[in-house]
């Protein structure tokens, strides 16, 4: 799935009110994750520092590791990339809090949670 395939709904990331990582597992068939990191690295910027091919295999590769656990499982990590990408842009918003890198960081620990 490439970032023009990314589901309506993850595109609605900005808003904690209209953002159903639920749905947006439902219309990836399972795969939530690849889909927010996706639109989190496209909203920040910084899809441009990622091979697309790359980037699309360790997302596969990272989901297909979860175990079929009903709560620790790829829709709790795009839900917890999610709330990364919200906190760290409402609190960039209010101040100069980070640079790109920082702002990397912290969205590959998210990812890899």
């Known amino acids: 799935m490439h970032c023009c395939c990314v589901p309506t709904v993850a595109v609605q990331i900005d808003d904690w009110k209209t953002f159903d990582v639920f749905k947006l597992a439902e219309a ?25 091919c790359k980037l699309d295999i360790f997302l596969r590769d990272l989901e297909l590791k979860y175990p079929g656990n009903p ?32 702002t990397s960081l912290v969205q590959i620990v998210a990812d890899s949670h």
């Open 28 to 52: 990836t068939k399972g795969r939530p994750l690849a889909a927010v990191v996706k639109t989190v690295l496209v909203k920040l910027r910084l899809i441009k520092y990622f091979d697309m």
């Open 71 to 102: 709560y620790h499982n790829s829709t709790h990590a795009a839900d917890v990339v999610h709330a990364i990408y919200k906190i760290m842009t409402m609190v960039r918003a209010s101040t100069a809090w980070a640079g790109w890198s920082d």
